[in-house]
């Protein structure tokens, strides 16, 4: 076990640019070239974007982050992880939710999706179409090769500016490794590494564990995994 205290500022996110291709003058000898502009939007239009659009995307600084689609034991280590916390918070005030659930960071601005949260008490919206939550209680990443380092490193500092925050889970699919993030005193946070299937994994700021057992059921590795 191992406590470290960790700068709680945001730091700016990998750039990924939104673009919209434009055609040149008509007058200009370069009249039939297109060209790659770059466009930054603001967080109104993105989010009306958002609501219509088939697929998901983060946002930051009037930039749009598009998001891959997942593996397979990704999606079945956050259904694991869904359905495991689900039982356990039947009956109590904190509800889980999947990878649907988009949430703003408030100090920051970013708009990004967790592989899974959990919220406890009231759900908080950022506007009226309440489809936008800013106060979950627990986040949870599974890491993937594409995005490793930016979730362990400047969306991991973006979640905790957010002062509802007491848990960060980040969760490896290509080994059984588990961190666990806890809020202590003063901007500190408590890391706790789960590396056996007998290990239990407590989520000490809502009172419930998840086995490892439970997190990684029937996800299948590589004989040197």
């Known amino acids: 076990m191992l406590l470290i205290k960790i700068d709680a500022r945001a730091r700016q996110p990998r750039r990924v640019c939104h673009t919209e291709q434009v055609t040149t ?12 502009v770059l466009k930054t939007i603001t967080a109104t239009q993105y989010l009306a974007r958002e609501r219509k659009a088939d697929f998901k995307s983060e946002y930051f600084q009037g930039e749009v982050f598009a998001m891959a689609g997942g593996s397979p034991s990704h999606s079945l280590i956050g259904a694991n992880v869904v359905r495991a916390t689900g039982n356990q918070l039947d009956g109590k005030t904190c509800r889980v939710f999947n990878s649907d659930l988009r949430i703003k960071v408030q100090a ?43 979730d362990r490193g400047r969306k991991s500092a973006h979640y905790r500016t957010i002062d509802s925050v007491q848990v960060i ?8 490794h588990v961190e666990c993030y806890t809020r202590q005193a003063e901007d500190a946070w408590l890391l706790r590494e789960h590396l056996s299937l007998e290990d239990a994994v407590n989520l000490d700021g809502i009172g419930i564990s998840l086995s490892m057992s439970e997190i990684y059921r029937g996800v299948e590795f590589k004989p040197d995994e």
Not at 117 to 144: A, H, M, R, Y
């Open 169 to 176: 889970l980040l969760i490896a699919q290509d080994a059984r």
């Open 108 to 150: 920051s601005g970013l708009y990004t999706y967790p592989d899974a949260s959990i919220v406890c008490g009231e759900l908080q919206f950022d506007d009226e179409q309440q489809d936008t939550v800013t106060n979950p209680t627990v986040i949870v990443e599974v890491l993937s090769d594409s995005t490793e380092k930016y």
């Open 25 to 36: 003058n008509t007058l200009s000898p370069m009249a039939n070239i297109m060209s790659t």
